[in-house]
């Protein structure tokens, strides 16, 4: 990232977790991104990990595996 870069990286989470909402910000950002390879790779890393963790609140927490669930059935080796 370039020397200015640097101002843009807390903007570029805050935008693409929604949370900018003032329309002079929202400008910098975009104008930001389309000269500065590297902000426009952190935004593709961030809105990656922002858009998988919103579908995984979603689905909820994940189900235990089922053989960490306990088999209650199951009496161990040799029918024990």
């Keep these: 990232m370039h020397e200015r870069s640097g101002n843009f990286e807390d903007l570029i989470e805050r935008y693409c977790m929604g949370q900018i909402v003032?329309?002079?910000e929202v400008a910098a950002v975009e104008e930001h991104?389309?000269?500065c390879e590297a902000c426009q790779k952190?935004?593709?890393q961030t809105n990656l990990f922002v858009s998988t963790f919103r579908e995984a609140?979603?689905?909820?927490?994940?189900k235990p595996p089922i053989l960490s669930r306990g088999n209650r059935h199951h009496k161990g080796r040799g029918g024990q």
């Excluded at 609140?57 to 994940?62: K, L, N, S, Y």
């Design 42 to 44: 952190l935004f593709h």
């Design 57 to 62: 609140r979603r689905w909820g927490p994940p």
């Design 33 to 35: 991104l389309l000269c």
């Design 22 to 24: 003032d329309d002079g």
